[in-house]
């Protein structure tokens, strides 16, 4: 395979191909080293990790709805310190070469700081991907990734504390991501994930109950696909740091958030169903790039043409 064809060049992350799992979906990566060679992949990133362990949510982590999954996982990991000294060193010895993205989540600002400290230190991460999506104790529990304010809070002190990459992973639960996007790369973020889950709910019409314990959970896969397009699209425009998305998706789902400004695709619960999905997904792009005429895999980048804007032109475009 010519590897530069496929290989994509972010901050902190030299891929040699765009594709890697998206944080949750591939807990440490441990579990996966039998399924098949994980230097195959663009990137490996790690399980949102917490100051403290968290044994998350009761059962069920996921369920089906007719569109998309549902999860309330609710970030259960071991914390920094058991991740630091048992899954980090195994993974740095057994993926030397693979780059590798730890995500992180505070409940407060103290907390995001501690936690990029320490992670600065560790030469085997070399990016740090911030899930904005948890609650902000000191903003009443309203997610930090919601507000402007939050993402700047959060970004900047990390920031301030690392010369790492930092991608700051930005909510869907929002009206407009544009000025969300500004105020993270304002604040220093060297690129944005883009998308997390969609809050939404599921219920058990029977048991007049909700299916999850919580109540809400996570809204993923392919019913959130044209949203994280969209939400890129949107961000593309108003920023220039690199944003790798994510949001579905088979192969062409994985262009198609290219082609509306991501430089990457993440894959989140596809792994899940299919523990293969990522090294199949990396063996279509060849002919998928053929197939839709780009020489290369970085030239998919944001190469979407502008709107329309004769509606006449449009209409005789879309005649058989
Ligand atoms: C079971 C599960 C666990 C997840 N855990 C995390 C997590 O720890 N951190 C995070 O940032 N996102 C987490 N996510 C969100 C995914 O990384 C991803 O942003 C989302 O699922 C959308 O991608 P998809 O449609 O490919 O699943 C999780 C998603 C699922 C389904």
């Known amino acids: 395979m010519n590897n530069n064809r496929y290989a994509v060049s972010l901050?902190?992350?030299?891929?040699?191909?765009?594709?890697?799992?998206?944080?949750?979906?591939?807990?440490y990566g441990l579990d996966h080293i039998d399924d098949f060679d994980l230097n195959e992949l663009g990137a490996?990133?790690?399980?949102?990790?917490?100051?403290?362990?968290?044994?998350?949510?009761?059962?069920?982590?996921?369920?089906?709805?007719?569109?998309?999954v549902l999860n309330s996982v609710g970030l259960a990991n071991p914390?920094?310190?058991?991740?630091?000294?048992?899954?980090?060193?195994?993974?740095?010895?057994?993926?030397?070469?693979?780059?590798?993205m730890l995500s992180i989540s505070g409940e407060t600002i103290a907390e995001f700081t501690e936690l990029a400290t320490i992670i600065d230190q560790i030469p085997s991460i070399s990016a740090i991907e911030l899930n904005l999506s948890c609650p902000n104790v000191d903003e009443g529990g309203r997610a930090f990734g919601v507000s402007t304010t939050g993402i700047t809070?959060?970004?900047?002190?990390?920031?301030?504390?690392?010369?790492k990459a930092v991608y700051a992973k930005l909510s869907p639960n929002v009206t407009d991501i544009k000025p969300l996007a500004i105020a993270a790369q304002k604040a220093g973020a060297d690129g944005l994930t883009m998308v997390n889950t969609l809050v939404g709910m599921s219920l058990d019409l029977m048991a007049r109950s909700v299916?999850?314990?919580?109540?809400?959970?996570?809204?993923?896969?392919?019913?959130?696909?044209?949203?994280?397009?969209?939400f890129i699209w949107e961000a593309a425009s108003v920023v220039d740091i690199p944003i790798i998305g994510v949001g579905g998706v088979t192969i062409d789902d994985a262009l198609e958030l290219m082609l509306a400004g991501a430089s990457a695709v993440q894959v989140g619960i596809m792994n899940k169903e299919d523990s293969l999905f990522l090294p199949k997904l990396i063996k279509q792009l060849p002919a998928a790039l053929d197939k839709y005429h780009f020489e290369t895999a970085a030239d998919v980048t944001y190469a979407l043409h502008p709107l329309p804007t004769d509606e006449d032109a449009w209409a005789k475009s879309k005649e058989k």
Not at 11 to 27: A, D, I, Q, R, T
Not at 211 to 230: C, D, F, M, T
């Open 44 to 68: 490996l990133v790690l399980k949102t990790t917490t100051m403290h362990p968290r044994k998350g949510n009761p059962q069920p982590w996921i369920i089906q709805t007719k569109a998309g």
């Open 79 to 100: 914390g920094i310190a058991a991740v630091k000294a048992d899954y980090l060193p195994k993974l740095a010895e057994k993926l030397p070469n693979l780059p590798q």
């Open 153 to 163: 809070a959060a970004v900047s002190a990390v920031r301030a504390v690392t010369t």
């Open 211 to 230: 299916r999850l314990y919580r109540g809400k959970g996570g809204l993923s896969g392919e019913a959130i696909h044209p949203l994280a397009v969209e």
């Open 11 to 27: 901050p902190g992350l030299e891929l040699k191909n765009p594709f890697m799992p998206s944080s949750g979906s591939f807990y």
